[in-house]
């Protein structure tokens, strides 16, 4: 089992910024690809991005591309995820996830925090 934990969400004025972290806890961090969703009130849970188990590929949603950053410290557990140019469409609960590959698909991933809510002013 993996335990997931995300932290810094909260609400932010359009264009702003907000680093969201996610802090894992039993099985070797390492072992994992990491990712990061989000679900909008009446909405299906969307990607945003994943990353390597080993930090050295990534992917991400085209809405976010350019904008956000995904990242990862395997000596800390944690992954973190940089956004910036935020903007109020991006308002959502924000998923941390793990899996054994990096990818797109909700399916994809075995394990999942309990999500940190973003809120965007306009």
């Known amino acids: 089992q993996v335990q997931l934990v995300e932290s810094g969400g909260g609400l932010v004025q359009a264009g702003g910024s907000l680093r969201l972290a996610c802090t894992a806890s039993g099985r070797t961090f390492s072992n994992y690809a990491m990712g990061w969703f989000r679900q909008a009130p009446g909405k299906e849970r969307e990607f945003v991005a994943a990353?390597?188990?080993?930090?050295?590929?990534?992917i991400y949603a085209t809405s976010v591309k350019g904008r956000f950053t995904i990242s990862r410290d395997n000596a800390k557990n944690t992954q973190y995820l940089q956004m910036n140019s935020l903007k109020p469409e991006d308002t959502a609960v924000y998923y941390c996830?793990?899996?054994?590959?990096?990818?797109?698909?909700?399916?994809?991933?075995?394990?999942w925090g309990q999500g940190t809510q973003v809120t965007v002013s306009s």
């Open positions: 990353i390597t188990w080993s930090g050295s590929n990534t």
């Open positions: 996830a793990a899996g054994l590959v990096a990818t797109r698909g909700v399916g994809g991933y075995d394990y």
